[in-house]
């Protein structure tokens, strides 16, 4: 369908660019006509650019750029950018001149949205208009039909879908098929092929579709931002800039060798990867990389903004008849304000041949003061290709084809990056200029320092088989952003994994492997409840229980070298640990163990903990506690002693509850003799067997009589031994420890 549309418009393109540019004169983009082009007002001059001084990249997508340059008495300055980077510019755009000058001025070039433009044309056509909208623009239009058979002329009538069906009974693609009235009056149907021509007659409309081209032509051009400030003032002064904007995430990523001959520390090595998609080269920069995620938006300051306007028809007859009107709706045009989102951290490209330990070792930095950090690349001087491109995979710094990293030969100078921390961000500053052209990418170092770090197995219930890891000592001044890393092992490549920010003088556990010669098992646990103390005060028995868990591990080694075991053992909520085995460390919800095991031996590790159980239980006569009385009784003499009165009371209320109840069964039973018996004498009425039931209606209602005496007697004594309960309960208040097994389980 698009090469059909490309067969329409060649005839018209020529002379609709050359009614754009009748002279082929450069433009930046359609619209910097009425830009700084224009000679500049008497006593200023102009300058290309203010140059950018300063790159500050923060983790939430956001950079702030500082550009400083000198300017001289009442002069213009022009910085670039692009449409996406203009409305953070116009957001947070700070001018600030050293010495009294004054920023009179600040403009850019606007844009009409496309939509606003196009709706000018009386083409009807979008910015990505098919093929049948582009012939429905043309209905009515006189046109030059060529290319099935003889040339014909006339006017455009309709263009026509058509789904046809082969010999199979099968549909095809749509055709479509232009309709035409030729100037003899015939009406004539031409397939749209790619043979097919189709030239328009009219000037006039020739002229809205070359206007409909350079339209689309300027859109696709207005990326580009042209911002111009004027500063007023006297002398040579520093003019200083600054902004934020939407910048690529930078990433962290870290190199963790360790030497042939293990010694207890290794060489951990950090970079930035930073990428510079602004459009403006970073020359000789401060460069300053922040780990935090200050709060941003975006809103679309730079777009022009239209509002709805209520349309009133137009009067066709009079009224005769006064006539109200109704109001117009205001339509608030408002813009939405979309929350930037932490990247997390990516895996970017390694370089196994620098770090593979085969080479002659890194050297290493110096100690470090104040905020400097030890061990941190010096800045090459060269250009040494780029990150993917230029000489090999060893890294340098530049330019060229790609990005540039930092060689593996620069001098480790002290003080190469410092390390600040405000709020809840850190930051690093590297020292020296940075240098990264736009569209590039760098690795840039940020730590080359010998760290303790020893070799682990860690165990928990949360991976399914152990894996190799490494117990990090951060003694560095610097904060580890988070981010990937990888791990060399005698002079090879052992695995690689992600890390969480550690902090100076943090210790964390690295994983990064599998441990195939390490198998670990747990046992069932083992569960032991033990009685400890009972109070009883107001009537309410509090028992408090120890639960004491025994956590069985057995560590196998299958290896040829002994390994080290971290078993990590998620402990109970409210449990305090009571085994002779002392975690090596304590997370928020793990202890982690050390367990050594010999080559081809296996130990056991046993963790105990203890948490305390308290349950309250009330007594009294709303309760039936006598079971539970008598339990608690039997668990040492004294308390026997204690709730024995309790226990009677409880005892003796029970008895005549279970009284009323034999009774209240008694009283039914009564009652449905009475009513069977009286059924039977209206029966019966007037026959001899209906004095037998008569005898037993009148013994039904005695019996019936005398259970219903009993009844108010068994409640008179119901109440009677709920007031002596009450009474016991009241006065009973004791405090017992005991030591009594009450449930065992599990091993």
């Not at 750029?65 to 947070?92: C, K, M, P, Y």
């Not at 004027?230 to 902004?243: H, I, M, N, P, T």
Request: aromatic letters at 6%.
């Amino acid at each position: 369908m698009r090469c059909v549309l490309l067969a329409l418009l060649p005839a018209f393109f020529v002379s609709a660019l050359a009614a754009q540019h009748p002279n082929k004169t450069p433009v930046r983009s359609a619209s910097h006509a009425a830009a700084p082009a224009a000679a500049p007002n008497a006593g200023q001059s102009a300058i290309s650019d203010l140059p950018v001084r300063k790159v500050v990249l923060y983790k939430n997508g956001v950079g702030y750029f500082e550009h400083a340059g000198t300017v001289n008495g009442d002069q213009r300055v022009a910085i670039d950018f692009t449409s996406s980077q203009l409305n953070d510019v116009l957001q947070s755009l700070t001018a600030l001149d050293s010495t009294g000058g004054r920023i009179s001025a600040v403009s850019y070039n606007s844009t009409t949205p496309i939509e606003q433009q196009l709706s000018s044309l009386s083409l009807g056509l979008n910015d990505n208009p098919d093929v049948a909208a582009v012939y429905q623009a043309l209905r009515g239009q006189r046109v030059e039909v060529d290319g099935v058979g003889a040339v014909f002329t006339g006017r455009l009538v309709n263009i026509e879908s058509r789904t046809e069906t082969d010999k199979n009974g099968n549909s095809t693609d749509d055709h479509y098929f232009l309709i035409v009235e030729t100037d003899s009056g015939a009406l004539r149907t031409a397939e749209i092929t790619d043979a097919l021509s189709v030239h328009m007659l009219d000037p006039s409309l020739e002229k809205q579709f070359a206007s409909y081209l350079g339209i689309i032509a300027s859109a696709e051009n207005q990326q580009g931002r042209h911002l111009t400030l004027e500063d007023r003032g006297e002398g040579a002064r520093q003019l200083q800039v600054s902004y934020i904007s939407e910048v690529p995430v930078w990433k962290s990523t870290y190199r963790i060798v360790f030497p042939q001959e293990a010694n207890g520390d290794a060489t951990v090595q950090g970079w930035a990867v930073v990428d510079n998609t602004v459009g403006v080269d970073w020359n000789n920069v401060q460069l300053s990389l922040v780990a935090g995620a200050p709060q941003s938006f975006i809103q679309p300051l730079s777009q022009p903004l239209y509002t709805q306007r209520p349309t009133i028809p137009i009067a066709t007859e009079a009224e005769n008849l006064p006539t109200t009107h109704e109001a117009a709706e205001t339509v608030t045009v408002q813009s939405q304000m979309m929350n930037n989102q932490l990247a997390a951290p990516a895996r970017v490209p390694r370089n196994l041949q620098m770090l593979a330990g085969k080479e002659a070792p890194l050297p290493m930095a110096a100690p470090a003061s104040n905020f400097g950090v030890a061990g941190i690349a010096g800045m090459g001087s060269g250009f040494d290709g780029g990150l993917g491109s230029g000489n090999g995979y060893g890294p340098g710094y530049g330019g060229n084809s790609g990005g540039g990293v930092y060689r593996v030969s620069d001098a480790m100078q002290q003080g190469d990056v410092s390390t600040n921390a405000f709020d809840d961000f850190f930051e690093y500053t590297i020292a020296q200029p940075v240098t990264i052209h736009k569209n590039e990418s760098a690795m840039v170092p940020i730590l080359q320092q010998e760290l303790p770090a020893s070799h682990v197995t860690l165990w928990s219930d949360r991976e399914s088989r152990p894996l190799r890891a490494i117990w990090l000592d951060n003694t560095s001044k610097l904060t580890l952003d988070s981010g990937s890393f990888s791990i060399f092992e005698n002079g090879e490549f052992a695995g690689e994994g992600l890390l969480d920010p550690i902090h100076p003088g943090e210790k964390r556990l690295l994983s990064y492997a599998v441990d195939e010669a390490v198998k670990v098992h747990r046992s069932g646990m083992a569960d032991t409840r033990t009685l400890r103390h009972i109070a009883m005060h107001e009537g309410v028995m509090v028992e408090t229980t120890s639960e004491v868990t025994d956590s069985k591990y057995t560590v196998a080694n299958a290896a040829d070298e002994a390994r080290t075991v971290v078993i990590e053992h998620a402990h109970q909520p409210n449990a305090e640990l009571t085994s002779d085995a002392k975690p090596a460390e304590t997370t928020a919800t793990a202890y982690r163990f050390e367990v050594r095991v010999g080559p081809h031996q296996s130990t056991e590790l046993h963790v105990t903990e203890r948490r305390n159980l308290s349950e309250s239980i009330r007594i009294g006569t709303q309760f039936n506690n006598g079971d539970f009385l008598m339990t608690m009784g039997k668990y040492s003499p004294e308390l026997q002693q204690k709730l024995q009165a309790a226990i009677d009371a409880q005892t003796a209320l029970a008895d005549v509850i279970r009284k009323i109840v034999e009774n209240d069964e008694r009283q039914k039973a009564l009652a449905d003799d009475e009513t069977r018996d009286r059924d039977n004498v209206t029966a019966l009425k007037g026959n001899d067997a209906a004095k037998r039931f008569v005898d037993e209606l009148n013994q039904a209602e005695d019996g019936l009589q005398a259970a219903r005496k009993v009844q108010a007697d068994l409640e008179r004594q119901r109440d009677a031994a709920r007031a002596q309960l009450d009474s016991v309960i009241a006065k009973l208040s004791f405090d017992t420890d005991l030591d009594v097994v009450t449930s065992k389980s599990g091993q």
